[in-house]
C-alpha cells in the first residue's frame, strides 16, 4: 500500500502542477495581447489626435510668379509658371526669388516620362511644396501651376 500512496502522491502535484503552469501560460498570453492591444490603440488615437489639434492655417493673398523655363533630361525643356497661396497670417506678400529658385533645383535633370504622368507631377509637386513651405517657414501653404508645358 505504501507504494499505492506513494504514486497517488506522486502524480498529484504533476497534475497540479500542469494545471499551473497552463493556467500561467494562458493568462500571460491574455496580459501580452491585451497589452499589445491597449498599446496599438494608444498609438493610434494618440496620432489623430494630435493631427486634429493643429489647425489648417486660413488662406491669404495668392502671388503669381513669372513662368521660368528648366532644362530637363536629354535635352527637353520645362517652361513652369507657379502662384504661391500665402497664409492669413503672413506678414507680407511671399518674395518668390525662394520659390522659384526651388522649382529649378526640383525639376532640373527630371526625365519628361516623369511629368508626363499625372502620379508623377502630383509627386514632383508635392516635394516641391513641402521644400516652399519649409522655406517660407509656414508662410506659404500651398502652389498652384499657372503654366506647365514641356518641350
Known amino acids: 500500500m505504501a507504494k499505492d500512496e506513494k504514486a497517488a502522491e506522486g502524480d498529484a502535484p504533476k497534475k497540479g502542477g500542469k494545471k499551473k503552469l497552463l493556467m500561467i501560460i494562458i493568462i500571460a498570453a491574455v496580459l501580452l495581447l491585451g497589452g499589445g492591444g491597449g498599446g496599438a490603440y494608444m498609438m493610434l ?23 521660368v523655363t528648366i532644362n530637363l533630361a536629354a535635352g527637353h525643356y520645362l517652361k513652369v509658371g507657379i502662384a504661391l497661396q500665402a497664409t ?44 516652399i513651405k519649409e522655406a517660407y517657414e509656414d508662410e506659404v501653404m500651398a502652389i498652384y501651376y499657372t503654366t506647365f508645358v514641356t518641350q
Open 45 to 67: 488615437a494618440g496620432g489623430s489626435s494630435e493631427a486634429e489639434a493643429a489647425p489648417e492655417p486660413e488662406p491669404g493673398a495668392i502671388v503669381a510668379l513669372d513662368p
Open 88 to 131: 492669413a497670417t503672413a506678414a507680407a506678400e511671399p518674395d518668390g526669388s525662394k520659390a522659384l529658385n526651388l522649382a529649378i533645383d526640383q525639376y532640373t535633370n527630371v526625365k519628361v516620362a516623369e511629368l508626363e504622368s499625372a502620379e508623377g507631377r502630383a509627386k514632383l509637386k508635392e516635394a516641391l511644396t513641402e521644400k
